[in-house]
């Protein structure tokens, strides 16, 4: 089975190697059919938090794009559930360009209708809202978290377990996570398991959106080939 | 690499085995991963046309629907744009289960957020309406074509086209497929290139949904064996 080579663009900047692939890494065992080479941007250890950070960050993200392009890989995923720059990136380039917000919001809608959002601390992403429209029916967030560190100690994961079930007591069929830091610490089993709903990450959605994308266009000619 | 086993529901009656396998083959041919059985509803040679026949048909679709999870497939595939009893299917069984038109219509969000709809002849399907909401931006259909034959015609091909490039000039970005007898026909390659932007076939899409759906759970099995 061929092997498809994805981009993948942190929008922080990580020294640790480790930490660095890991969204790589997730999306790889998910997908064992894509290739991933993580990238980081520059000089924002801080990552994206505001829209002057944003705004900040998406020249560096767009070179990143442009990058990964000369370097022939299939796809591009930028890995950040606000989608900084996807829409920009995609008149950029001729490859696909999925951002972890919309794939993780998209494909929620293909699960259920009623979608909760939640989030790590701050508002829900707009790209997600703009998303689920009338299809939002709660947002949440566990309280007194302020950054993934918390969410790892046993009562930042009570908090998130309480936040996750106060959306399903709001009539939620379908939970996505509003952040990429939660797919870090890979709480969506978690969740799932402790309040028994579908939980959406963001970074295995986007993989899935990645190969569809590919497949998608390749199915055809093999198809047409069996006919010739 | 693990094959999934996906239960695909024809919504009208087929006799012939190659048009009945024909969904199944598509997908198939674009996820290998997938291994997929197809079968049709009884007395309905014409399909759903109808809110009628919709009542119809819902019974015979969830009665192969338990027959299907009985049997146990990994998945179901409820294979027409307009969901016919995917949400009552999603109350009896505890296998994932996808509509091709909520599958089509989510995963076009994943790839932007103008999203038009090429309906074979009638009104959009509701559920994709519901799903794109105020992303849905133009609505449109061959003119005087009346069923999928018409459309294997030069004429009717000729005239999806136009129907795709008016679409586009209402500003689509991402067409979506209202019909899954356009996928039988494989016309979404052809509008792709003609037209020049993405074609959303609802047969693919509701197969990359399938494998997310499979796929999303084991990850993390697998990357929480690799911790311990």
């Not at 295995?204 to 055809?220: D, K, P, Q, T």
Request: charged share 30%.
């Amino acid at each position: 089975m061929k092997k498809y080579t994805i981009g993948l663009i942190r929008v922080l900047t990580i020294q640790d190697e480790e930490l660095l692939n890991r969204h790589g890494k997730i999306i790889e065992k998910a997908f064992p059919e894509l290739k991933v080479i993580s990238r980081c941007i520059e000089n924002q250890p801080k990552g994206i938090y505001d829209e002057k950070t944003e705004e900040e960050a998406k020249p560096k993200i767009l070179r990143l794009v442009k990058e990964f392009e000369s370097d022939g890989v299939d796809a591009i995923i930028i890995s950040c559930a606000a989608d900084p720059a996807v829409e920009e990136a995609r008149k950029l380039v001729s490859i696909p360009v999925i951002g972890a917000g919309s794939a993780a919001s998209a494909l929620a809608l293909a699960y259920g209708r009623k979608i909760g959002v939640l989030n790590l601390t701050e508002e829900t992403p707009r790209v997600i809202k703009e998303i689920l429209g009338k299809n939002l029916v709660a947002e949440d967030h566990p309280n007194e978290v302020t950054n993934t560190l918390d969410l790892m100690t046993d009562w930042g994961r009570e908090e998130a377990i309480r936040a996750a079930k106060r959306l399903k007591e709001k009539g939620t069929e379908v939970i996505v996570l509003g952040c990429t830091g939660m797919s870090t610490i890979m709480i969506a089993p978690i969740l799932e398991e402790e309040v028994g709903i579908s939980v959406i990450d963001p970074v295995i959605a986007a993989g899935a959106v990645a190969l569809h994308s590919l497949r998608r266009v390749e199915a055809w000619g093999d198809l047409n080939e069996n006919k010739g």
